[in-house]
C-alpha cells in the first residue's frame, strides 16, 4: 500500500509539472506572439482607429488681423479673414481678403521734414488697399503635441500657394491695382474640436510704386511721378478659426 501511495504522488507531481510548463508556454505566446507582417496588422485592426478628423469635410472661418513687413514709407496693418473647405486632412481650398490701414514710418517722416519739396502730402506714399486670393493648402505635417503636461493639443504646418490681386492706396501716380500671386507658410493649433488658433506668414508678388517723387517743371510748377517695380511684399496674420459642422468626422 505504501508503495502504491508513493507511485500515486509521483505520478499526481509529473501532472502538475506537466500542466504547468502548458500554462507557462501559452502565457508566453500570449506575451510576445508570433510574428506578423505589416499587411497581417492591418487586417487584424491594429493601425489607429476611431481617430478624428479634424480638418477633412469642414468649412473654416477664420477672421484674422496682421501687418506687412519690410516696409520703407508705409507700414500696413491688415484687417479681414478667410473661409476654407478642406477636402481632406491634408488638402483645402480658401479665399482670403485683407483690407490694408498705412501708417507712416520713421523713414517717410524723416523724408517729409528734411526733404518737404520732393514729397506731396502723406498720400506720395503707397499703402496697401486690399488683398485678395484663391488659395490651394496643403498640409505636410499634422501631430499633437501636450502643453504643459496636461492638455494635448493638435496642430498641423501647411504650406500654400494662391493666385490674386492687390489694390495700392496713394495719389494717381501710385494707386493701381496689380495682379499678385502669394505663396506662404502656416500653422493651426486647434483648441477644441471646433476652434484653432491660426498663424501664418505670405509672401504677396506684385508690381507697384512705393512713392511718388515731386519734380519742378520748366514752368516753374511741379510735377510728380512713380515708377512700378516688381517686388516681395511679405504679411503676418494670425487669426481665430471656427470650423463647420461643430461635430468632426471619425476614421474607421
Known amino acids: 500500500m505504501r508503495n502504491e501511495s508513493s507511485r500515486m504522488q509521483r505520478l499526481a507531481f509529473v501532472l502538475a509539472s506537466l500542466l504547468a510548463a502548458a500554462g507557462s508556454a501559452h502565457a508566453a505566446g500570449g506575451i510576445t506572439g508570433d510574428k506578423k ?3 497581417d496588422k492591418l487586417e487584424e485592426g491594429d493601425a489607429v482607429r476611431k481617430r478624428v478628423l479634424l480638418r477633412g469635410g469642414r468649412f473654416e472661418a477664420a477672421p484674422a488681423v496682421g501687418f506687412t513687413l519690410g516696409d520703407a514709407f508705409s507700414r500696413n496693418v491688415l484687417l479681414g479673414g478667410q473661409l476654407t473647405y478642406h477636402f481632406t486632412e491634408s488638402w483645402a481650398l480658401g479665399a482670403t481678403v485683407f483690407g490694408g490701414l ?9 523724408v517729409k521734414s528734411k526733404r518737404p519739396e520732393k514729397v506731396d502730402g502723406d498720400e506720395a506714399f503707397s499703402n496697401v488697399g486690399l488683398l485678395g486670393s484663391l488659395d490651394v493648402y496643403y498640409s505636410p505635417l499634422i501631430g499633437k503635441f ?3 503636461g496636461r492638455n494635448v ?5 501647411h504650406l500654400l500657394l494662391g493666385v490674386g490681386g492687390a489694390s495700392v492706396s496713394g495719389t494717381k501716380d501710385v494707386e493701381g491695382f496689380s495682379f499678385a500671386p502669394v505663396a506662404g507658410i502656416g500653422m493651426r493649433t486647434f483648441i477644441n474640436d471646433w476652434f484653432s488658433v491660426n498663424l501664418s506668414l505670405r509672401d504677396y508678388i506684385y508690381s507697384s510704386a512705393i512713392n511718388a517723387v515731386t519734380e519742378n517743371n520748366e514752368g516753374g ?5 512713380a ?3 516688381i517686388s ?21
Do not use: C, K, R, W
Not at 102 to 110: E, F, H, N, P, R
Not at 153 to 157: E, I, N
Not at 234 to 252: D, E, H, K, R
Open 227 to 229: 515708377s512700378d517695380e
Open 232 to 252: 516681395n511684399n511679405f504679411a503676418v496674420t494670425i487669426g481665430a478659426a471656427f470650423y463647420f459642422p461643430q461635430l468632426p468626422q471619425t476614421s474607421n
Open 146 to 148: 501636450a502643453l504643459f
Open 102 to 110: 498705412g501708417v507712416t514710418t520713421g523713414l517717410a517722416d524723416d
Open 153 to 157: 493639443l493638435h496642430y498641423d504646418l
Open 221 to 225: 510748377g511741379t510735377d510728380t511721378s
Open 37 to 39: 507582417s505589416a499587411l
